[in-house]
């Protein structure tokens, strides 16, 4: 049925939801301002570490002064330490190798920098991907279509011949405005609810389930 898979990065393929809270915790801080629980970061990651990094702010000090004092603090430390306690979900490995070895595309797009990116999937999953793009300068970020119809251009495949699958609305929004069928999973960031209201044509609780609807339907 689907002949190509997009998948987004940060709660989708990998939880990667520790290492960014320490880094914003380590940011907040340096500045002198309380920290976050992860639960609580999971509500601010989706839209890019710009967009984070101006949530985690606290009101009233997320001025265009602030936010790049804590851009200089926060992007080396978390270069340095993306990888501490960064995983792939269980299950997305043996995921991945069945629609590669079955001649699915996969591809990756995600609000990540478009350098973060293309270090963590090289360094988590070497050579499993045919298309990997992050947010670069001047490129609107998800849930605009940009970067997904790009994608799905170079694979040379219709908007029916492709499923995007995300962990939260935005993954979804961007799905619809590309024309794609979306796929939420229940294992990311966010909530079936959020999904649901997003507009997902599908909801997945396992990895063995995406397997299911792109090799069995």
């Not at 499923?163 to 294992?187: F, M």
Request: with cysteine; net charge negative.
């Amino acid at each position: 049925m689907y002949r190509a898979v997009i998948f987004d990065l940060d709660g989708t393929l990998l939880n990667t939801i520790g290492d960014l809270a320490a880094a914003a915790n380590h940011t907040l801080a340096k500045m002198g301002f309380a920290p976050h629980t992860e639960e609580e970061y999971k509500y601010m990651v989706g839209n890019g570490i710009p967009k984070l990094i101006e949530r985690f702010l606290p009101p009233g000090h997320r001025d265009e002064a602030a936010q790049a004092q804590a851009a200089r603090l926060f992007f080396p430390y978390y270069d340095a330490h993306k990888e501490d306690s960064t995983a792939p979900y269980p299950g997305i490995p043996a995921l991945l190798a069945a629609l590669r070895g079955a001649g699915v595309k996969l591809g990756v797009v995600s609000n990540k920098e478009d350098a973060l990116t293309q270090s963590v999937v090289s360094h988590y999953f070497p050579g499993l991907f045919d298309g990997v793009a992050g947010h670069t300068l001047g490129t609107p970020t998800k849930p605009d279509p940009h970067l997904v119809n790009g994608m799905r251009a170079a694979f040379g495949l219709a908007a029916q011949q492709v499923l995007y699958v995300g962990d939260s609305g935005v993954d979804i929004e961007t799905a619809r405005n590309a024309g794609l069928a979306g796929c939420g999973v229940l294992w990311g960031f966010r909530t079936g609810d959020e999904l649901c209201g997003a507009g997902a044509s599908y909801l997945v609780r396992s990895p063995e389930d995406i397997r299911v609807l792109v090799l069995d339907a």
